[in-house]
Nanobody
Framework: QVQLVESGGGLVQAGGSLRLSCAAS????????MGWFRQVPGKEREFVAA????????YYADSVKGRFTISTDNAKNTVYLQMNSLKAEDPAVYYC????????????????WGQGTQVTVSS
């Protein structure tokens, strides 16, 4: 069993920054990639960013490119999402995700999920 626990969400003013963290624990698995997704009520969960665990290559949704940065601390089994210049369209529940298998597509195949952390942006 793999557990993913997010932290770092909260309320921030538009233009501000937050850093989300996701700590992975549980049984060891060959981790191919980790990612962040977000969801607002009434909408489907959408991809935000992903990073390959080994090699560190990254991929971002167009809506966050240049503002968000995904990174890992392999020693701590933790993935981060640094969110800068937060906008009114960014509030959502942010979910951490992981996958063990390789996919050429950065956005697919995630089968382990955290419980989510709320991000709220005030104008």
């Amino acid at each position: 069993q793999v557990q993913l626990v997010e932290s770092g969400g909260g309320l921030v003013q538009a233009g501000g920054s937050l850093r989300l963290s996701c700590a992975a624990s549980g049984r060891t698995f060959s981790r191919n990639a980790m990612g962040w997704f977000r969801q607002v009520p009434g909408k489907e969960r959408e991809f935000v960013a992903a990073i390959r665990w080994y090699g560190g290559s990254t991929y971002y949704a167009d809506s966050v490119k240049g503002r968000f940065t995904i990174s890992t601390d392999n020693a701590k089994n933790t993935v981060y999402l640094q969110m800068n210049s937060l906008k009114a369209e960014d509030p959502a529940v942010y979910y951490c995700a992981a996958r063990a298998r390789y996919y050429s597509d950065y956005t697919s195949g995630f089968n382990y999920w955290g419980q989510g952390t709320q991000v709220t942006v005030s104008s």
